[in-house]
């Protein structure tokens, strides 16, 4: 069946610095992969969609990577602030009309 | 203001009280779904609809069942809810079409508690 892995434990980074956050999918072949970022009690909020023949895409301070050999997309968010404390969440898309979410990533920027 | 509408945000029910959360979504979308959200379990999809009249089960569809007569509205319905129904619940709605889907928007969320 499809799977979706992030980092289950919350990743705790100094302000300023670049946060790396990872998406494993595995018996998928999504077409595109979409990030969320979600507030505690809070709906998700979209934040970038990466194609598959799509090596990188950029928005602002956020960087996303898609690697179909490795089935891996990496979401980077750089000069990391306080505010940018939430979930990530990833979601392949693609083969059915599902979007199916990894568990998603805590971040927590420390000032 | 574009967005998608859920009621009740809060409810606590007792087992076996059939109860509906309502959905309604002002972006003329015609991919609406639903999701609970547990913790250690992530964003599960229980059901979605492709357009007017077209549902198909997500991957927890067991103990809900949805309608969708009207483009805007998506209702979710306990029939007759048990307390492992107790989550945090999302609607969401997209663009779609036959070569993809778009970005979803969700709900503000709705805590159920099944007593």
């Known amino acids: 069946s499809q799977k979706i892995e992030q980092n289950s434990e919350a990743l705790n980074i100094q302000e300023g610095k670049t946060a790396t956050l990872t998406c494993n999918y595995t018996n998928y072949s999504p077409a595109y992969l979409q990030w969320y970022r979600q507030d505690p009690g809070r709906g998700p909020v979209f934040l970038l969609l990466?194609?598959?023949?799509?090596k990188e895409k950029r928005k602002e301070r956020l960087k996303v990577t898609f690697d179909t050999t490795l089935k891996q997309s990496l979401f980077h968010i750089t000069a990391s602030q306080p505010a940018d404390s939430a979930t990530y969440l990833c979601a392949p898309v693609g083969g059915t009309y599902k979007y199916i979410f990894g568990t998603g990533t805590r971040l927590k920027v420390l000032a | 203001e574009a967005q998608v509408t859920q009621n009740p945000r809060y409810l606590i029910t007792v087992t076996g009280k059939k109860l509906t959360v309502t959905c309604s979504q002002n972006m003329n979308h015609e991919y609406m779904s639903w999701y609970r959200q547990d913790p250690g379990l992530g964003l599960r999809q229980i059901y979605y609809s492709m357009n007017v009249e077209v549902t198909d089960k997500g991957d927890v569809p067991e103990g809900y069942k949805v309608s969708r007569k009207e483009k805007r509205n998506f209702p979710l319905i306990l029939e007759s809810p048990s307390p492992n129904q107790t989550s945090l619940y999302f609607c969401a709605s997209s663009f779609s079409s036959v070569a993809s889907l778009g970005e979803l928007f969700f709900g503000e969320g709705s805590r159920l508690t099944v007593l």
């Open positions: 990466i194609r598959e023949n799509e």
